[in-house]
C-alpha cells in the first residue's frame, strides 16, 4: 500500500517498518561447494533472517559480470550471474522470501557497465554511438579519460575503475575546451534513461520489491547541485510510481537531503557524501582502522571503549535531512557495508556491539545490518586483492568481505578447494562468531540483536515516524522516543549517569535492558550498558 504525503509525493507503507539486512552473495552461503555463494544458498538460510526478524533483503550486484569490480561491472543487465544461478532461481528465492515475510531488493548500477558489455564494445567501433562519454582522438584530454579499446578513436571516460566505462546521460554544462559534451536530452543520454526503465521493468516483474541504486548522484556529468541528476530520478520515480507502485528506490547517495527531494524513497548515511564526507557515519561506527584507515586517518567516533567521541556530528546531519525531507522519505543508517569496515573492527570488541545495535534500532532512520554484523564477525585485516577489492594502499575492502560464518568448522560451508574461489580466510580469533554457538547461546550477540529487531517492529513510536527528544548528549546517550519510550546507551567501558529533565515516571519500565538501571532523577549505565524502556 502506498500513503500520499501532504506533498503528494507517494510514501510507501511497507518501508516504514522495514528492517534491512544487506547480503554479499559472493559471501553469503555456498550450496554446491565451489566456494562461491549462490542464490540456493541464500534461499536455505531464510529461515535465518526470519527468526532474526528482518524482512526486507537488500542484494548486491547478482547480474552477468567479469567481476573486474565484485559485479559492479554489469556486462548483461537482463541476466543473473552463472556463478550464483540462473534467472529462474533468482525468481525461486523472491518467492520463498516472500514466503517469510521478506522482501528482496537488487543492487541496480546505471552510472557504468563493464567493458564486455555489448553496448560498449559496439561502441568502441561506431563513432556514432552515444551510449558513453567519448572525446575525440585531437582534443585536450582529462587526465581520467582512458584511451580507445576499438577501432574508434579516442578516449572514454570511466566511472570509477577503467574497466567501468561511463554511461552517458549528458552533461549539465556546456565547456569549450570540451565540445564532445552532449546535452541530458541527446540521443544517446535518452536511450540510456529508457534503458534504465527497461532494466528495472524487467526485474520488478519478476517480483522483487525494488533497487538500491549504486553511486546515484554519478549520472549527470558536471552538475553542480545535481540539478538535471535530480530532474533524471524525479522522472524515472514518476515512471515507477505509475508502473510498480510498491517498488522502493534505495540511493546510495550519501546525502538524503538532496537524495530523497531528487526521487529517492531513502538514502543511507555512508562514509562520503553529504557535504561532510561521510562524517556523520563515521563519527558513530569508524574505529580509525580497516578500510577507514587510509583515507580518513584516526578516529573518535562515539562508539568508543574510551568514550572519546560525540554523537553531534550525526545528529546535526540526521536532523538536518529530516527538517528537509519531512514525510517524504527515509534515511537509512547501516552497521557496515561492502565498501566499509564492520562494526567489529580494530579494537572494539563484541562485548561493544549491543549497545551499538540498541542505539542503531531505536533511532529514526530505517536500519540496515550487513549479513555477519549481527554475530559480530570482524573486519580481517592484511586479505590479498580480490575482484577489485584493493583501491589503495591499505584500503582493501576484502576484509568486510568473507564468507558468513554459519558454524564453527573451517570454510564455515565454504570450500577452499577451487584456486578461484571466493573462499577467504575467516577471522583469525579462536574464539571467532558463528550463527550456530550464537543460536544456542540466549545470552550471545545474536539474541541481543533479535530482541531489539523484535521491539523495534513491534513498538511504532521507535519506528521512523516516532519524534525523538535527545535528553542527555555524551555518555550516556539518552533520548526519547514518541513521548512514549525511553533509549539509553552507553559506549564507553566506564560506568555513567545522566539526568532526565522532569524526571523518570514510577511507572517506567526496561522492555529490553542490559546494565542500565533508573532513578527518580535520571539514568545510571554500566560500562557497555544499553536499554529501552516504556515510559
Same mark, same amino acid.
Given at each position: ?60 550486484p547478482c547480474f552477468a559480470s567479469p567481476f573486474r569490480d565484485a559485479g559492479y561491472d554489469v556486462s548483461d543487465y537482463f541476466t543473473t550471474a552463472p556463478r550464483y544461478g540462473t534467472d529462474d532461481d533468482l525468481a525461486a528465492l523472491v518467492e520463498a522470501a516472500r514466503a517469510h ?58 566511472? !570509477? ?29 535518452? +536511450? ?68 530523497? $527531494?531528487?526521487?529517492?524513497? +531513502? ?12 562524517? $556523520? ?21 562515539? !562508539? ?42 580494530? =579494537? ?79 577471522? $583469525? ?46 555518555? $550516556? ?32 519500565? =526496561? ?16 560500562? !557497555?550498558g544499553y536499554g529501552v524502556f516504556a515510559l
Amino acid at each position: 500500500m502506498t500513503n500520499r504525503t501532504a506533498a503528494g509525493t507517494p510514501a510507501l507503507s511497507w518501508l516504514a517498518d522495514a528492517v534491512f539486512y544487506q547480503i554479499y552473495p559472493q559471501s553469503f552461503a555456498d550450496s554446491d561447494g565451489d566456494g562461491v555463494g549462490d542464490f540456493a544458498g541464500i534461499a536455505a538460510h531464510l529461515d535465518h533472517l526470519a527468526w532474526l526478524g528482518v524482512n526486507a533483503v537488500w542484494l548486491n550486484p547478482c547480474f552477468a559480470s567479469p567481476f573486474r569490480d565484485a559485479g559492479y561491472d554489469v556486462s548483461d543487465y537482463f541476466t543473473t550471474a552463472p556463478r550464483y544461478g540462473t534467472d529462474d532461481d533468482l525468481a525461486a528465492l523472491v518467492e520463498a522470501a516472500r514466503a517469510h515475510g521478506i522482501r528482496v531488493l537488487l543492487d541496480l548500477v546505471p552510472g557504468h557497465t563493464s567493458d564486455r558489455h555489448p553496448w560498449f564494445r559496439a561502441a568502441a567501433d561506431d563513432p556514432s554511438d552515444g551510449r558513453y562519454v567519448w572525446a575525440p582522438q585531437d582534443a585536450a584530454v582529462p587526465a581520467a579519460y582512458v584511451p580507445s579499446p576499438g577501432r574508434r578513436p579516442g578516449f572514454y571516460l570511466p566511472n !570509477f575503475f577503467d574497466s567501468q566505462p561511463a554511461l552517458n546521460f549528458g552533461f549539465a554544462r556546456t565547456d569549450p575546451a570540451q565540445p564532445w559534451r552532449q546535452p541530458v536530452d541527446a540521443d544517446g543520454p535518452r +536511450a540510456n534513461r529508457r534503458a534504465l526503465r527497461d532494466v528495472m521493468d524487467h526485474w520488478l516483474a519478476t517480483g522483487v520489491s525494488g533497487f538500491r541504486v549504486d553511486m546515484a548522484s554519478s549520472l549527470v556529468k558536471d552538475d553542480p547541485g545535481h540539478v538535471e541528476t535530480g530532474r533524471l530520478w524525479r522522472e524515472l520515480r514518476g515512471w515507477l510510481d505509475r508502473e510498480h507502485p510498491h517498488a522502493a528506490l534505495l540511493a546510495e547517495w550519501g546525502d538524503p537531503a538532496v537524495s530523497v $527531494p531528487a526521487g529517492f524513497h +531513502a538514502d543511507f548515511f555512508l562514509q562520503f557524501g553529504g557535504g561532510t564526507d561521510g562524517l $556523520p557515519m563515521r563519527s558513530l561506527w569508524g574505529t580509525g582502522e580497516g578500510t577507514e584507515h587510509a583515507r580518513w586517518g584516526e578516529a573518535r567516533c562515539f !562508539f568508543d571503549a574510551e568514550a572519546r567521541g560525540t554523537t553531534r556530528a550525526f545528529t546535526d546531519a540526521w536532523r538536518a535531512a529530516s527538517d528537509r525531507i519531512g514525510d517524504t522519505g527515509h534515511t537509512a543508517l547501516p552497521t557496515a557495508n561492502h565498501d566499509y569496515s564492520r562494526l567489529a573492527c580494530g =579494537p572494539r570488541t563484541r562485548e561493544q556491539l549491543p549497545a551499538a545495535f540498541a542505539f542503531q534500532l531505536t533511532w529514526p532512520s530505517l536500519p540496515a545490518i550487513y549479513y555477519g554484523d549481527e554475530i559480530g564477525m570482524r573486519y580481517v585485516p592484511g586479505l590479498p586483492d580480490h575482484e577489485g577489492s584493493a583501491l589503495e594502499p591499505g584500503y582493501n575492502r576484502a576484509g568486510c568481505r568473507t564468507p558468513m560464518q554459519w558454524d564453527a568448522s573451517p570454510g564455515a560451508g565454504f570450500s577452499t578447494a577451487p584456486p578461484d574461489a571466493y573462499y577467504l580466510p575467516l577471522d $583469525p580469533d579462536p574464539g571467532r562468531p558463528d550463527v550456530a554457538s550464537q543460536r544456542a547461546d540466549e545470552k550471545s550477540l545474536l539474541h541481543a540483536v533479535r530482541r531489539l529487531v523484535a521491539l523495534r517492529r513491534a513498538t511504532p513510536a521507535l519506528g521512523p515516524a516516532g519524534g525523538v527528544e535527545v535528553l542527555h548528549e555524551g555518555y $550516556p546517550f539518552v533520548y526519547r522516543r514518541g513521548g512514549t519510550h525511553l533509549v539509553v546507551v552507553n559506549p564507553g567501558r566506564r560506568a555513567a549517569t545522566a539526568p532526565v529533565p522532569g524526571g523518570v515516571p514510577d511507572s517506567a519500565r =526496561p522492555l529490553e535492558a542490559a546494565g542500565v538501571t533508573l532513578t527518580a532523577e535520571g539514568v545510571a549505565a554500566e560500562g !557497555f550498558g544499553y536499554g529501552v524502556f516504556a515510559l
